[in-house]
């Protein structure tokens, strides 16, 4: 019989005994593999959703969209020609009611009567979208969202007035099957109306922001890229953007292709967590077995078979736990598939996904090895006298080369697999450096801890004494509690920091000479009058406009944009049309980094200034060109100078600035801001709107409130997945406890002999452990304090701050949390006998 052959019938019969030991080790394995797996599953559901509902999402089977105006007529003529084409605009506009006094900003969208040409538009109630839509008795329809229902207090029936038309609330809004394809951020309710309805609202006006699309429904058999490509060799300078059903949504899919890479790195977190419990697992069930081994190797067995027997029996309950975590992560798709529903607008297509499964397998059985390999090589190779001392004293030891390299390898595997499966590898990749790092550090903290004990010397109160003595005795449980709970405490304190300051910033930090409204689309024969009726309002002060076009960029030093992007992280630049302004003056809560800006007087030839992000994108500075389209004109530039600019300050503020002399005679708009009492702010909208009703109006209030509710939204949802992890770790500390449950209970008899109450053993024990719950907290609060700062500091260039109450509640929680498990693994310590132990031992 061969050595394998051996070990795999003395696995099966010690597996006979049952699992006992073995549940945190199933339960950490399965909890980070179910983790990944639903997260793979969803995420390979909503991409193909996303897939099979393109033309529903995009509107066709190709849209195009652009600035200002809607397609020339040879344009639509050439369109109509290849198919079904459905018109519509959109803008930011003010909806009030009939009483003038409620009003809410609105994202309107009018579309024609075949509007859409894919998905359905579906109406609370039921009801059909064009006769909801259509002019009756004089007035249009209109189809709202529930929420401007309760913003301006109206019913279906009512009258509500845009721009300078009104019209009859007709329904209101379930879902938009296109609604993603246009904007995916929105600061008020959609507004649905005719086209044709759209003249008599005044909004139409030159230079005003409006996004016209056009969407085509081709016949089956039209070759897709055939037909796009000759629509671009027939219109060479068309201002529109092109996009098919095959990419119908890009920022839909980047949020997914995200969200899926931060989700499973954090089930992958709470993988490497429960790794910790693996290996503690591992290395408890090994110290059981202690004699056991022993035995074997006396009477000939050589250390192979040993590694063997015990390499079988954790895979073995490896590929349980794992079994149990994929059949978790395939149901859960179900749950979170209807939790999202309604969240996208995308369906997710929930299924069975052999390759999510696969792949979280494959994590799963990665961790099992990595941590399970260096306990099982020790026990290979400790003799069997060392095995014979360990209840009073654990046997160090290193595994043979051969293991210490396999245990590398499936750790360096581990790693390429996050890296390799991630669409942005480059994160991966700090991620796995920084779980290294974390790694590192806390192993360094936990033998601080030991060295600092055992360094204190003699202390006078006994119950201190033998709780700090057990901080560094042979076998002490420092090292598994300091990893494992502090790694989900770290988490929790960089992302309270974290948010705290994402809070403290949008709220508290506002300037105190923020202003109170931006006035939008205002035009140029309105400027004079707005301010001056702004102006008279008591209450108001610091007026200030500046003229808005939008451009894109086109070539950077006489090369195409997209090839000349130097920092991928900075090409949202590159995403739509940019805010462009003209100034004589550098702009408030600016500061020239390079260059100089030019004179007040310049008459010259295109001058721009960018602002330093657009720098850093292009690797460009002062002497740089840039060709800018604007309206369809190409206008090329020499970069005068780079600008820092405080957004936070709220002042109006453009990425790219002309030199007088350019843009005066474009057709534009203006924007303008002031600032206002709270008695004033109502006094200002009501009399803007009255006077100018196609100018839009954002209250700096209410876009401030809509940030704050998506950061509670982002915040719970990132605690609550920073709750696996603290689950996870959790889990590993019940094992430690657990773990350590024979030497307690031969401790407690110990001491329980020598004279000792059960209350002065009792006091000792939680001290200890109340002393690890405190260190444990003290070095998560100081790890996850350098996170926070480092995520603010360098990858999102935010202020920093320090919030106490956070490092705080983490050392009250870490502590009862270590206090709860202590007390427990204590009292059942304390509750056995003496007698049968004594005896044995």
Known sequence: MTNLTLAIRLARRELRTGLKGFWVFLACLALGVAAIASVQSVSSGLLDGLANDGRSILGGDVALRQLYSPPADEQMAALTAGGRVSTSAEMRAMARADDDVRSSLVELKAVDDVYPLYGTVTLVGG???????????????????????????????????????????????????????????????RLMVALPSLQGTGLLQPGSLTWWSAKVALPPETDLKAWQESLRTRFPDAPWRMRDYTNASPQIERFIDRMT?????????????????????????????????????CIGAPGALVFQLYLAQILVLALLGIVIGLALGAVAPLALGRLLDGVLPVSAQIGVYPGALALAALYGVLTALTFSLWPLGRAREVPAGALFRDVIAPAAGRPRLPYTLAMIGSAVALAGLAVLTAHNKLFALWFVGGSIATFIAFRVA????????????????PGLRLALANLHRPGNPTAAVVLSLGLGLTVLVAIALIQGNFSRRVSETIPQDAPSFFFVDIQRDQFDPLRDLVTGISGTSAFEAVPSLRGRIERVNGQEAEKALVNPEQAWILAGDRGITYSATLPKHSTITAGSWWAADYAGPPLISIHQSVAEAFGIGPGATLSINILGRSIEATVANVRAADFSSMAINFTMVFAPGTLEGAPQTWVATVRATPDAETQVQRAVLQRFPNITMVRIKDALDTVSEMLGHIGTAVRIVAGITLTAGTLVLAGAVAAGHRRRVYDAVVLKVLGATRGDVLRAFLLEYGLLGLLTAVIAGGIGTLTAWAVLRFLMHWE??????????????STAITLAFGFYGTWRALGQPSAPLLRNE
């Open 127 to 189: 009801g059909d979208l064009q006769d909801a839509l259509a002019q009756k008795d004089g007035r249009w329809g209109a189809v709202i969202e529930a929420s401007l229902v309760d913003r301006l207090g109206v019913k279906t029936g009512d009258t509500i007035h845009v721009g300078e038309g009104a019209y009859r609330v007709a329904a209101v809004l379930d879902r938009e099957p296109d609604r993603a394809s246009s904007n995916a951020f929105s600061l008020g309710p």
């Open 261 to 297: 890479l931060f989700l499973t790195l954090v089930g992958l977190t709470a993988l490497l967590v429960g790794g910790v419990g693996v290996g503690n697992a591992v290395r408890s069930h090994l110290d059981s077995r202690a004699r056991t081994i022993a035995m074997m190797k």
């Open 446 to 461: 936990a033998a601080l801890v030991t060295w600092g004990a055992k360094r204190v010397g003699r202390v006078r109160r």
């Open 800 to 813: 920093w701050s320090f919030l106490p109450s956070a490092v705080v509640t983490t050392a009250l929680l």
